[in-house]
């Protein structure tokens, strides 16, 4: 079947705007992850859904950065007042049900550029 | 708190040639270990996993690595390599949030492979 998918793959915005990064998990997948990955260095763990609600939202920098996952499928990760220094790939996974040895199946990512 | 440090950013090999690639984690207790490969566009791929048992692990595309516990190290190994196997390489080990594994990521390390 289809794997992660992640729109857009690539978005460019400018300093102190909003913006939306969707995520769309494996059919039937109830576990879903968020993660950053700036260049040159590897996933940082951003937040962990379990269905419809965060289960570990620990990873979350600060307060301008916000998830949902209100129909236990389709993610959106929201970013306000865009800086510069958010800018990097957001990572988004899925796994059958979360328990630690499944697989986290990973998404291409969305390429977040803040100029 | 749990890390992985990867310490060649780079590594070059001629296509045929042996690989291994080095990977040290800190973890305060059995550590969950996995190897993933990132090729360019493309998401994250799981190539093997250590949870328990067996120190020597085989995953796919040919790879194997090995756990020691008393080096504190998780090895990525294939015994010959395809010019197919240039990407970038993750070195990660979970810990336990919200009832799944939260992977910790190395800085990762480049493999570029020679004809």
């Known amino acids: 079947g289809a794997g992660v998918s992640q729109t857009p793959s690539n978005k460019v915005t400018e300093k102190g705007k909003y913006v939306e990064l969707r995520c769309d998990p494996i059919s039937g997948h109830t576990a879903l992850y968020w993660y950053r990955q700036s260049l040159g260095q590897g996933p940082e763990f951003l937040i962990y859904?379990?269905?419809?609600?965060?289960?570990?939202d620990s990873g979350l920098p600060n307060d301008r950065f916000f998830a949902v996952r209100p129909e236990g499928s389709v993610s959106t990760l929201k970013i306000q007042r865009t800086e510069r220094g958010d800018s990097a790939v957001y990572l988004c996974a899925s796994s059958l049900n979360g328990i630690f040895y499944n697989e986290q199946f990973f998404g291409p990512g969305t390429r977040l550029t803040v100029l | 708190a749990q890390s992985v440090t990867q310490p060649d950013i780079h590594i070059t090999v001629s296509e045929g040639a042996s690989l291994e690639l080095r990977c040290n984690y800190s973890?305060?207790?059995?550590?969950?270990l996995f190897w993933y490969v990132q090729s360019p566009g493309q998401g994250l791929q799981l190539l093997l996993k250590?949870?328990?048992?067996?120190?020597l692990v085989q995953g796919i595309k040919g790879f194997e690595a090995e756990f020691k516990r008393s080096q504190s190290s998780f090895n990525l190994r294939k015994p010959s390599v395809h010019w197919s196997d240039a990407a970038e390489y993750f070195c990660a080990v979970g810990g336990v949030g919200g009832g799944s594994y939260i992977p910790t990521f190395g800085r990762g390390t480049s493999l570029i492979v020679h004809p």
């Open positions: 859904f379990q269905g419809t609600g965060a289960a570990d």
């Open positions: 973890y305060g207790a059995t550590p969950y």
């Open positions: 250590y949870f328990s048992g067996d120190t």
